[in-house]
């Protein structure tokens, strides 16, 4: 790549008043200027923000640069929020309309510095401006006329916590030698046995020689004119696979123009398909049914809204080892840089990438369509060619919206969601499946259907429905779920609030608890209600007594809400093709939807998703009178092959030898069977009969290969609610493997019900999982630490185990 001319140049920042000063000629000389973070928001280059409110003011950026003498060049700013002014030199240069929109400045050869200055405008000025009211309100903001902003609306939106909005130079700044081929794009395609990529560039002028490499292959292009769009087919290409299910094969392409590289990159072939008939939503890659599973992103540094490509493949690498394949990119946030599409495709994760239009009746004027066709440009060329985009989607609850609200289905009609956005699609990224909005329904139902299409289900959790209800909702496709108010881990609560009792009363608590505008509750009310119906507790009289406990109990109940959901929609016979859970990671600090704290340290239903996600898994689920039915999901694309061991375990251990099965399942496959089936006789293992006594406490099972080596395991404790007691024999022990690895067991001598790794500074393979009576579990720490510190506590244990 050619030299960036601003590599290393000082960004400046100052505020005026709104509409105070038209010309960087017209600024203050009293004006107190600061170092600006480029790429960065105005918010992450102040060090103090105090009671600023950032959209009340104008916003000017200034710096200088030199390029070489005789050189042309041309400046790119990819991406100012939001509304904007540009001065090169002094004279009035381009203006930025949507913060989705790369700026580009041709600037003539010369000598000399170029001195670059930004206006970003008053948001607040701006919707203050009277125009066209839409047809409907959105619920998520009280300022309606950010319908007409192509703007993110984070920190403007109260749903995602006390955050600022973002305002700023929040993309990469370049100057460089003017390039002498544009645009460049290449969408990728399986065809049989085959790859199809399209090439396409503009030239400026015909070229005598234009040679596309794809891998080993070396293609000569057509290039009698100044643009190219050609076809080219590579024969026999390996396919690209989400991780879960094979590997995610990319192939390095270079596009070649007289003898100079003027493009690189990767792509990879796949076909993927959303059949969408009647309610029922099946996703299918390369030919193979999947479910997907992982969570809706947000932007790993809010604040800043930029991070580095290590910083990007850690947030990432942990979502892969998690056993996630899909994430969903939110129609109320941004757009993501280009390092995370190229991390997700060598990474192997699907990307669910909603468009950013949000709740809002999206206006049909020409500015503001223009707008929106270059943002759709500029996002097409971005992911052409990756294969990791598995769905384009018109926006988050844009029909759900006005469909709450009552407005009849001939007043929602969206050209922009129905027609122009489609269109789009088709003709850049072709074969890309496309819904028109999440949720949305596919029969003509209302989109607040949640069995009808694709879905947002909040009946676990938001609507306080009880866990059954999961199986009775009949969801095909949850592109979010699962909103809880998730406390984090103890270490965490105290790191951010100084201890547990600040838990429900501190304002900076309550303020990071997610909750729907104008709503008279929040989710940690939610969760409050799941652990009095599922441990038989008042989570308020704990939490006076015993604050760390009310947020285990808290965190318990999510545990098991996300398990019950997950275990049904990844059974053998579900009707369900994906579910994403609200959100990954929080925003800010506190007990949000995220399954990460927003330090980056997992939360307790982070492992039980995990467990449930691997690409081989096994569980348990209770159905009733029917007995436990042991699940077996095989994702990969390896065939398994060895025994399955149920343990039935009493009180204080199993009451006798495993029971073994042979168990066979062909790549990309599942199996059910019932634990009667593998005892081979009536048991009332889950005590749903209730003849007398409970016999049993706990069910295991282990599925292991022919080495004996253990694939998957799960635990059921029989009967939901489970009294602390003083003491469940809980032992734990680390022994040193390799520097910075240990080896730490965790026993019990009584069923253990949420065992919580509790180690400081340290990453532990699992967390809050189930002991069977007198069994015991091997696990992984990792860390840059001399030695394990910590302590194993259980739900139902008053005692803890230190870590020896």
């Known amino acids: 790549m050619s030299t960036d001319y601003l590599d290393g140049v000082e960004w400046r920042l100052t505020a005026t008043p709104a509409g105070a000063c038209s010309h960087p000629d017209e600024l203050p000389a009293d004006a107190q200027w600061q170092p600006a973070q480029v790429p960065g928001t105005v918010v992450s280059s102040i060090e103090s923000v105090g009671d600023l409110q950032p959209d009340l003011l104008d916003w000017w950026f200034l710096a200088s640069a030199t390029a070489p003498e005789g050189i042309a060049t041309t400046l790119t700013f990819g991406g100012i929020a939001t509304r904007a002014t540009i001065w090169i030199g002094g004279v009035e240069s381009a203006r930025a309309r949507s913060m989705f929109v790369p700026v580009s400045i041709d600037l003539e050869a010369g000598s000399g510095p170029v001195h670059i200055a930004v206006r970003i405008e008053s948001m607040d000025a701006h919707l203050k401006k009277r125009r066209p009211r839409g047809r409907w309100r959105s619920s998520l903001v009280a300022q309606q006329g950010l319908r007409h902003e192509r703007t993110t609306l984070l920190g403007r939106a109260p749903v995602y916590g006390p955050l600022p909005p973002v305002i700023g130079l929040w993309r990469p700044v370049e100057l460089r030698e003017r390039p002498t081929v544009r645009n460049i794009r290449m969408h990728a395609a399986a065809r049989g046995t085959d790859g199809t990529v399209r090439v396409r560039a503009d030239l400026g002028a015909p070229a005598t020689s234009v040679v596309v490499r794809i891998g080993a292959e070396k293609i000569s292009i057509p290039s009698d004119s100044d643009r190219i769009d050609a076809s080219v087919v590579v024969p026999d290409v390996a396919l690209w696979w989400p991780h879960t299910h094979g590997e995610p094969t990319l192939y390095p392409w270079e596009l070649e123009v007289d003898g100079s590289v003027v493009g690189s990159g990767a792509l990879g072939f796949r076909s993927v398909h959303l059949d969408r008939a009647d309610r029922a939503v099946t996703l299918t890659v ?410 049993y406490a706990a069910v295991s099972v282990d599925l292991v290969d022919s080495s004996g080596a253990t694939l998957a395991q799960a635990v059921h404790l029989v009967g939901a609610r489970h009294a602390r007691q003083n003491g469940i024999g809980l032992e734990a022990h680390a022994e040193p493997v390799d520097d910075g690895v240990w080896s730490l067991t965790v026993s019990t001598r009584w069923a253990a019900q949420y065992v919580c790794i509790d180690v400081d500074g340290l990453e532990v393979s699992d967390s809050w999982f189930h002991l069977a009576p007198g069994s015991r579990r091997i696990l992984t720490v990792t860390g840059d630490k001399a030695k394990v510190t910590g302590h194993v506590r259980a739900l139902n244990s008053v005692e803890r185990a230190q870590i020896c």
């Open 286 to 695: 390369n030919g193979i049914r999947m479910f997907a599973r992982g969570g809706c992103w947000v932007p790993p540094d809010p604040t800043r809204m930029w991070v580095d490509a290590d910083r990007m493949r850690c947030e990432l690498e942990r979502i892969r080892d998690a056993g996630h394949n899909m994430v969903r990119v939110v129609g109320t946030l941004v757009y993501e840089q280009r390092e995370f599409w190229s991390l997700c495709a060598e990474l192997g994760i699907l990307v669910w990438q909603d468009v950013m239009v949000a709740t809002f009746d999206p206006p049909d004027d020409e500015d503001f369509v223009e707008a929106f066709e270059q943002e759709l440009a500029e996002l097409t060329g971005l992911v052409g060619g990756n294969p990791a985009l598995a769905v384009v989607s018109g926006g988050s609850e844009t029909q759900q919206q006005p469909t709450m609200l009552g407005v009849p289905a001939d007043g929602q009609y969206m050209s922009l969601l129905e027609k122009l956005i489609p269109e789009f699609v088709e003709s850049e990224l072709p074969g890309t499946p496309y819904v028109t909005s999440s949720p949305s329904s596919t029969t003509g139902e209302l989109h607040t259907h949640v069995g009808d299409g694709i879905a947002h289900y909040f009946g676990v959790g938001g609507y306080l429905r009880p866990l059954s209800d999961v199986r009775t909702a009949r969801v095909r496709f949850a592109a979010e779920c699962l909103a809880f108010s998730i406390p984090p881990e103890r270490r965490s609560v105290e790191k951010m609030f100084g201890s547990a009792t600040v838990a429900g009363h501190h304002p900076d608590w309550k303020a990071a608890v997610p909750r729907d505008r104008g709503s008279s509750w929040d989710f940690e009310d939610v969760r409050d209600h799941y652990v009095r119906e599922l441990f038989g507790v008042d989570p308020h009289l704990v939490r006076r007594d015993d604050a760390e406990l009310y947020l285990d109990y808290g965190r318990a109940a999510v545990c098991e809400a996300v398990s019950a959901s997950y275990m049904h929609w990844r059974r053998t016979d579900s009707e369900c093709a994906g579910a994403l859970v609200l959100t990954l990671r929080d925003l800010v600090p506190g007990a949000g939807w995220g399954l990460i704290d927003s330090a980056g340290i997992p939360k307790a239903p982070w492992y039980s998703l995990a467990r449930l996600s691997s690409a081989v898994a096994v569980f348990l689920v209770d159905d009733g009178l029917d007995g436990l039915t042991v699940e077996l999901v095989v994702d990969s694309a390896e065939p398994v092959r060895g025994t399955l061991r149920v343990t039935l375990h009493g009180a204080t251990g199993a009451t006798g030898d495993p029971y073994e099965c042979p168990v066979e399942l062909g790549a990309h496959s599942s199996q059910r069977m019932s634990v009667d089936r593998v005892l081979g006789s009536f048991t009332d293992a889950g005590h749903a009969y209730r003849f007398g006594s409970q016999t």
